[in-house]
């Protein structure tokens, strides 16, 4: 074993340690990225993004952190500078003095739908003093701040909400039910659903990476078949893969049997390239993804949780 290696394997044992001392807030940083990103694929990815963040920094912090807080100030800061870097931050100068008291369960039922009217910075603070209670000198310090310049944010985001609130009207957009699907994805939802490794595998590209997502990356078709595919094969978990369009993207979710009923077992996602895959990606210790997928399509969830325990 190469020093790479020996480091690399020092890492998994610390990672799976940090990952479960916080497993606790999982589900509210999930749902903290859902709210302020308005959709699952993208929280998914500011979570998955805050997680790596959050880990590979702790050898550069010498000082105790209160792991809620930690995760969240990372998440916030970098939702704001991928906004930055699309150039979408709205410069806000206005400043008035009216005050205005919000019933909270008001706002609690108001972001769900207008927060997409807000800046990111608005939207940001008012999830985080609102909806998750952070206190100002919390919200300050995760947005690099004051805690003046944050609580005079929050209250201009109040003020846009409320009016947005008044006379907005919700509408559900509905989704086709029938996805058209080409050969390349007929042919993987065959391969699977007959459990057959190998021929999966003659659809990657020699270079394919497949991302089990919080988990591990392989790199290259025959450590994908060696490893992953051949676990997979030999899972004696039922499993059916069915293509779905999800929240405007298509994405093929595995479903399974619980209490005699079909539910959600995991989410995959494919990249291809000239008919190839070229990526995919393995949703299944994504415990809240996949609750949302299941309350999407109405049916139960399987409890995978948010940690592999293998060796």
């Known amino acids: 074993m190469d020093k790479l290696e020996t480091v690399s394997s020092d890492m998994r044992d610390l990672k799976q340690k940090f990952d479960q001392l916080i497993i606790p807030h999982r589900p509210a940083l999930w749902k903290y990225c859902r709210m302020i990103t308005s959709s699952p694929w993208d929280a998914e990815d500011l979570v998955q ?41 709205i410069v806000e100068e206005h400043n008035d003095e009216l005050h205005i008291d919000l019933d909270p369960f008001e706002i609690r039922e108001a972001i769900e739908r207008l927060v997409t009217n807000l800046s990111p910075k608005q939207r940001a603070v008012i999830l985080l003093f609102d909806v998750f209670q952070f206190k100002g000198s919390e919200v300050a310090e995760m947005m690099g701040s004051t805690e003046g310049s944050v609580k005079a944010l929050l209250h201009r985001a109040r003020t846009n909400l409320k009016k947005l609130n008044q006379g907005k009207h919700h509408s559900a957009i ?25 021929a999966i595998a003659e659809m990657l590209d020699e270079n394919a990476v497949n991302d089990i997502v919080h988990t591990s990356f392989e790199y290259g078709k025959d450590t994908i078949r060696n490893h992953s595919l051949a676990g997979w094969a030999n899972d004696p978990m039922p499993m059916k893969a069915v293509y779905q369009m999800l929240w405007g993207k298509p994405a093929i979710v595995v479903m399974t049997e619980k209490d005699g009923n079909e539910a959600v077992y995991s989410l995959i996602e494919l990249e291809f390239d000239t008919g190839a895959i070229v990526k995919k990606r393995t949703y299944y210790f994504c ?15 399987h409890e995978n949780g948010y940690i592999y325990f293998g060796a």
Do not use: C, H, M
């Open 287 to 301: 415990q809240d993804l996949l609750e949302a997928v299941a309350g999407e399509l109405q049916v139960p969830v």
């Open 49 to 89: 993004e805050t997680l790596l963040k959050a880990y590979s920094a702790l050898p550069r912090i010498f000082q105790p952190l209160i792991p809620k807080s930690y995760l969240f100030r990372i998440a916030t800061n970098t939702w704001l500078n991928q906004q930055r870097k699309l150039d979408r931050i």
């Open 174 to 198: 509905e989704q086709e039910s029938v996805i058209a699907t080409d050969k390349v994805v007929e042919a993987y939802l065959d391969a699977f659903n007959r459990r057959d490794p190998d």
